[in-house]
């Protein structure tokens, strides 16, 4: 019997980095400064660690984990122990995610990662561009052995196992503009350029003035961020997407669940935000029968019938 396998769902076998580094300046979107960031090649190990370049009088690095997010309100927020901190991480963690970058240096002179046009887009494109280097160790996953849900009113987020990472995102708004709406999707990088990337974060009319007086959002605008009022978007060149907003959904869930590592499980949400994502994902560590880390086999053990068509992966990925 010939079996079938779509060689875009394959996970990733070894370690990434960068293959050089990469740069960009833009405005964070709830402080309104200018920050510059550049991320950098990292060696076997290292993980993803944002280095705060504006800070010399006490440790000044944060790694990425799931211990380390200290806020979830509007974003992801991380900090270490000296209460250096850096906000707003999900849509560049999504495009690393994405891309299986597992190891990189990330220099930034303020706390928060700049808005850019409040989608992962332009992150990924820095990405591909500095190129993605396989490195020689395995790649560490967390696979989901058994089911964990979360719940919180009418908001829900489940994590089954699976083979590799599945989103199934919904969302249901009051505004006619955004209403119900529901995606699925394994993000590898090309299905994330595809359908994921360029989808903009996005607020509600109601929700700006109040992020406003709160001394948030001030660097929100039309130019990176969707904001809708009832049954209109108020953006003057409309959506990129009649579905963007759970696209948009999807991007913060792939960028939080990277908080957490790679992940091989089917990851459903209902009504949810940065909160709940992370509530799932505590959750599923909290219960040690829940997962376990995970190396994966190599693209020479796959059947006979499919070794053909996962040649240029081992290419790219050599066999351990």
Request: charged share 20%.
């Amino acid at each position: 019997m010939c079996v079938t396998i779509d060689v875009s769902i394959i996970p990733i076998q070894r370690q990434a980095t960068l293959r050089a580094p990469a740069a960009c300046d833009g405005i964070a979107l709830h402080g309104g400064h200018h920050v510059h960031l550049v991320m950098k090649p990292a060696p076997v190990g290292t993980g993803i660690v944002f280095i705060r370049t504006d800070i010399s009088t006490c440790e000044n690095d944060i790694h990425v984990r799931a211990d380390t997010v200290t806020d979830v309100k509007r974003c992801t927020t991380i900090a270490n122990y000296a209460g250096v901190g850096v906000s707003t991480i999900e849509h560049l963690m999504a495009a690393l995610s994405a891309s299986g970058v597992d190891n990189v240096f990330i220099e930034i002179d303020g706390p928060e990662v700049p808005a850019l046009d409040g989608s992962s887009e332009q992150f990924l494109h820095m990405i591909e561009n500095a190129g993605v280097l396989s490195q020689p160790a395995p790649r560490r996953y967390i696979k989901v052995l058994k089911s964990v849900e979360v719940q919180v009113g009418e908001a829900y987020a489940r994590i089954d196992p699976h083979h590799c990472l599945h989103l199934d995102v919904t969302i249901d708004f009051a505004e006619a503009a955004i209403g119900r709406q529901r995606i699925e999707i394994e993000p590898d990088v090309k299905a994330f350029r595809e359908r994921l990337a360029s989808a903009r974060t996005f607020a509600r009319a109601h929700e700006v003035v109040a992020l406003r007086e709160a001394g948030l959002s001030l660097g929100g605008s039309y130019d990176n961020a969707i904001v809708v009022d009832g049954d209109k978007v108020l953006n003057p060149g409309g959506l990129r997407f009649s579905d963007e907003f759970v696209r948009h959904k999807a991007l913060d869930l792939l960028g939080d669940m990277y908080v957490g590592g790679p992940l091989l499980g089917r990851v459903t949400t209902v009504r949810a935000g940065h909160a709940l994502n992370h509530q799932l994902l505590l959750a599923l560590f909290a219960d040690a029968k829940a997962w376990k880390f995970a190396h994966l086999a190599t693209a020479k053990s796959l059947p006979k019938s499919v070794t053909t068509s996962v040649s240029r992966l081992e290419e790219a990925v050599p066999a351990l």
